[in-house]
């Protein structure tokens, strides 16, 4: 029987994360034919045993060394059976059918390419679920994360929108064909799921948000953890993102936009350090935008 839908979970050295997570799919995924693969990235000890004895139908591709989101998620599309595909972080908790919404929908609404499920925070706050595609001066002066929209209780309804975060994104197989599959040049994270969602939408796709199915994410705990690199591989990957589908004329206007901006910013902290009495805080924005400058500087 074909599965209704394959889901690719990327983890390393995250069993606290990943089997609730698992627990949480197949607990609130009844009725569901799944395809459940795990990508073990290259943990330091393999997840295979404590899977196998505890989900026997999650399957586990292991990972020699570890590679970048898209890659992981490649080796899954390619191998996925379901008529649905779904990206899915392993910090996540699928709640209140959120699949079978996802899955309902696109099959009432066959001009569906993709859609993306709410992502809400453990007490319940919305995350940036989803954006409209970024543009070159916006992007460099004020980030989408910065002014994305709230929509629990102000829509019942999906809605159409430009692009969904790559946490929880499910996408018509016959797409995934059509457009081929996340780009590798993004790895090893950042803006493969904007990529992914242009194409789609290039190729006459629509693209939906679904108010109804809500999955808790505790966010990205590993990147949070070195915000300098992290920061670094944003900036670099949207200027890859308008570079790619805007043109070089369109990207140098990010970068030097972008670098003007961050001047300004370390110059500010900078200034604060002086003139306030100090902080760590202060300090730590000066240096990091100091280092950014130097980064956005490489950016070909």
């Known amino acids: 029987m074909i599965p209704d839908l394959t889901l690719s979970i990327i983890s390393g050295n995250n ?7 698992l627990d949480s799919i197949v607990s609130d995924s009844q009725g569901v034919n799944l395809e459940v693969f795990v990508v073990d990235n290259a943990s330091a000890d393999s997840m295979v ?15 020699a060394k570890r590679l ?21 972080n392993d910090d996540t908790l699928v ?24 992502l809400i925070n453990p007490d319940g706050s919305q995350q940036l679920s989803f954006a409209n595609f970024p543009r070159p001066i916006s992007e460099a002066i004020l980030p989408i994360v910065t002014r994305s929209p709230n929509v629990v209780g102000e829509y019942s309804d999906p809605f159409q929108v430009d692009s969904v975060c ?21 790895d090893p994270i950042y803006s493969e799921e904007v990529d992914w969602c242009y194409r789609i939408k290039a ?15 505790h966010g990205s705990q590993t990147m949070d953890q070195v915000v300098p690199q992290k920061y670094a591989l944003l900036l670099a990957h949207k200027h890859l993102f308008f570079k790619k589908h805007y043109g070089a004329r369109s990207a140098a206007t990010y970068k030097g936009i ?43």
């Not at 679904?210 to 808790?216: E, L, N």
């Not at 910013?265 to 280092?291: T, V, Y």
Request: glycine fraction near 10%; charged fraction near 20%.
């Open 15 to 21: 069993l606290g994360q990943l089997i609730p997570c």
């Open 49 to 63: 045993d404590p899977l196998g004895q505890r989900f026997p139908q999650v399957s586990v591709i292991r990972n």
């Open 68 to 88: 970048g989101f898209s890659t992981n998620n490649n080796l899954v599309l390619r191998k996925g059976r379901g008529r649905y595909l779904m990206l899915l």
């Open 95 to 118: 709640i209140d059918g959120a699949l079978t919404k996802l899955i309902s929908f696109m099959d009432d609404h066959k001009e569906a390419a993709a859609i993306g499920a709410i």
């Open 166 to 186: 790559g946490a929880a994104m499910l996408v018509r197989r016959e797409i995934v064909a059509s457009v081929g599959l996340l780009d590798p040049d993004y």
């Open 203 to 217: 190729s006459g796709g629509k693209i939906f948000m679904h108010p109804g199915a809500r999955i808790i994410h």
């Open 258 to 300: 972008l670098l003007i901006v961050t001047v300004i910013k370390f110059l500010w902290w900078s200034l604060f350090e002086i003139l306030k009495p100090p902080k760590r805080s202060h300090q730590s924005r000066a240096i990091l935008h100091k280092g950014l400058i130097s980064r956005i500087r490489q950016f070909g």
